[in-house]
């Protein structure tokens, strides 16, 4: 009887040292944030106001495709890196696909996500210029946790301003924040200028990653001592969870294969980078031909339908414009339960990327969602965050078309993050409550038509 090897597992020898910065390699530069008064483009002193500086460096680094991890990170990392790469033998028996499916298990790690993976870093970087505060925004939690966990480490105050509605849908990943000793506010909130306005425009709006952002940076203006933190979108956040990519690279060679495949989910493009770009350098600079697949919600659907423009990252206005696939920042997503993809634009090197082909994204309703989520939990015996669902269903879609074929591809996929304190929300599906949501073409073009004035 053949040996099948479930898990794949580095030594602590082998986690990589250095994280990978695709935009050294990309043959067409993304243009560049632009400042929001002047529309001149942004330095790393005008980011640094907001940001560690480090971070402002990596963000706008265009040049050195490999940047050392620093030390007290990498001995960080090791409490719970590397994470497993596992093949999904009894998913594949499942589907009856001749497809070999595999995921990188994110989930294994304190905080149950990836989002550790750069809340370390910026962490770090933040207490080694003498920051005192850290500030941030949160949809699902899964960063918000991350957030407040990784500033306690290094003696950080940190204040995250979490989706209103997710707050309400996901009560307990609030709870783990305040019990790493972070302050946490829903929003939009009274407490900001630009909650109050947002609040006054629509007493019921049910917050947005937009929102909250706002907010977190206009704290981080006008608290002392205080710097802001992301969990997505920008560049430095995508290096940070390069890690992922590395390590399943590495773990790729001992499974003897190499993914035909990859695939993640898709909100502002932590995840999808972190474990996409190691291997696009190889498509970038080897030739390779793997296929690369953003799942987005259909709810929220930046990369199917937005267009690429520049828009601001947040609600209210107050962070650079970026060049971006976005729906409008002022596009209020429907109350779906992947939290953390409820985000109107795309990350900067991803939307370059798509612009050049290098990639596609694929729109997944919810319950489809859901559908592949609760199938996951029953063959491979762990229950998946929503967010991770949107990438499940879509190797279930690429698992199915090889099952047309014959092709024996090899599919990889990130699972972002574990669904334990998502039940509420599988109770609902379980119950039949979920249902899915649609934006119209009239929504999406008013909302465009919004950015015309901006550049």
């Known amino acids: 009887m053949e040996k099948k090897q479930k898990r794949y597992f580095l030594a602590e020898e082998e986690i990589p040292t ?14 560049p944030p632009l400042h929001p008064e002047t529309k001149e483009p942004l330095t790393v002193d005008d980011l640094a106001k907001i940001f560690p500086r480090e971070c402002c460096v990596q963000e706008l680094d265009t040049e050195h495709a490999w940047i050392d991890i620093p030390q007290d990170v990498l001995d960080k990392y090791k409490f719970f890196r590397s994470t497993p790469l596992v093949r999904a ?131 981080a203006q006008t608290t002392p001592n205080t710097k802001y933190t992301l969990g ?42 972190g474990l996409a770009f190691p291997f696009m350098r190889h498509n970038i600079l080897n030739g390779k031909q793997t296929e690369f697949i953003a799942a987005e919600p259909a709810s929220c659907p930046k990369l199917t339908r ?26 209020k997503p429907s109350n779906i339960h992947a939290g953390g993809l409820r985000y109107h634009g ?18 997944i309703p919810q319950l489809e969602s859901f559908d592949a989520g609760m199938l996951f939990a029953r063959t491979e015996g762990i229950v998946p965050a929503p967010e991770s669902c949107h990438a499940i269903a879509a190797t279930i879609r690429e698992a199915n078309k090889c099952k047309e074929t014959g092709e024996e591809k090899v599919i990889l996929f990130c699972l972002s993050g574990h669904g334990l304190i998502d039940m509420p929300s599988y109770e609902q599906y379980l119950n039949g409550d979920l249902q899915n949501y649609a934006i119209t073409d009239e929504d999406v073009a008013k909302n465009l038509a919004e950015l015309d004035e901006l550049v």
């Open 89 to 219: 033998y009894a998913l594949e028996e499942a589907l009856g696909t001749p497809a070999h499916i595999y995921f990188k298990n994110e989930s294994v790690n304190p905080l149950g996500s990836h989002k550790i993976n750069s809340a370390l870093p910026q962490c770090y970087y933040a207490k080694q210029e003498g920051t005192t505060n850290v500030t941030t925004e949160t949809g699902a939690g899964q960063w918000g946790m991350a957030l407040s966990y990784a500033s306690k480490l290094y003696g950080l105050e940190a204040a995250v301003y979490q989706v209103k509605i997710t707050m309400q849908q996901k009560p307990y990943r609030s709870t783990v924040m305040r019990t790493f000793g972070a302050a946490v506010t829903g929003s939009p909130s009274m407490s900001t200028r630009a909650g109050k306005d947002i609040i006054t425009r629509d007493p019921r709006h049910p917050g947005s990653l937009g929102t909250a952002i706002s907010e977190a940076v206009e704290l």
């Open 306 to 331: 937005g267009q690429f423009r520049y828009d601001f990252g947040d609600e209210a206005g107050y962070t650079p414009l970026l060049p971006m696939f976005t729906l409008g920042h002022n596009f």
């Open 232 to 273: 997505s979108v920008l560049n430095h956040v995508a290096l940070h969870q390069s890690i992922i990519g590395l390590e399943a690279e590495k773990q790729m060679e001992k499974a003897g294969e190499y993914p035909d495949t990859v695939i993640a989910c898709f909100g502002g493009g932590s995840n999808f980078g």
């Open 18 to 31: 250095q994280w990978y910065n695709i935009q050294a390699d990309m043959a067409t530069k993304p243009l």
């Open 346 to 363: 795309a990350g900067v090197i991803v939307s370059q990327l798509l612009k050049d082909g290098m990639m596609r994204g694929e729109d």
